[in-house]
C-alpha cells in the first residue's frame, strides 16, 4: 500500500458517528417521509374571496377582487367546486390581511388552483390593491397559471 503514488488520508477526524435511524432525512427508504399538505374541507363560502375551512380558520383568497355583479354566481361557482373535495393552501410573504383572514391560494386535491379559476371564468376581479407572486399571470388573464 505504501508503494502506491497516493495513498488517501483524511485530514478531518470526526469524533462522533452519525446513526442514520436517529437523523431521519425524509427519504421513502426509511419510511419517514412526511405528507407535504394538510388537506381541509371548505366548510362555508361567505363571499368569492372569503372561504370558513372545516377547522374553523377563516381564508382569504389571494388576488381575488369581488365583482358585486357575479357575486352570487361566483359563490355558486366556489360551492360547485369545493363541495364535498378536500383543499390545501399555499401562502406568500403576507399572511394575514386587515381583518385577520389568513392569506391563501387554494387547491383542491388534485391540484386545480381555484382562484385562477375564477379570474380566468371572469367572475372575480384581480386585487391590485398588493403585490403577490401570481399578480402578472392574474392580469393577463389568458396564460395558464399554475
Do not use: W
Amino acid at each position: 500500500m505504501k508503494d502506491l503514488p497516493y495513498v488517501f488520508t483524511d485530514p478531518v477526524r470526526f469524533d462522533k458517528k452519525i446513526d442514520p435511524k436517529r437523523i431521519r432525512f425524509g427519504s421513502k427508504i426509511d419510511g419517514s417521509e412526511t405528507e407535504r399538505e394538510s388537506f381541509f374541507t371548505v366548510a362555508e363560502v361567505v363571499t368569492p374571496e372569503t372561504l370558513i375551512l372545516s377547522n374553523g380558520v377563516s381564508i382569504r383568497l389571494i388576488g381575488v377582487k369581488e365583482d358585486p355583479r357575479k357575486r352570487m354566481e361566483a359563490i355558486h361557482f366556489l360551492k360547485e367546486k369545493t363541495d364535498g373535495q378536500k383543499v390545501y393552501l399555499k401562502y406568500e410573504a403576507l399572511k394575514y390581511d386587515d381583518e385577520r383572514r389568513l392569506m391563501c391560494y387554494l387547491y383542491l386535491s388534485n391540484k386545480t388552483f381555484i382562484n385562477a379559476h375564477l379570474i380566468k371564468s371572469g367572475l372575480v376581479d384581480v386585487e391590485t390593491g398588493y403585490d403577490f407572486r401570481f399578480m402578472a399571470k392574474f392580469l393577463s388573464g389568458k396564460e395558464a397559471v399554475c
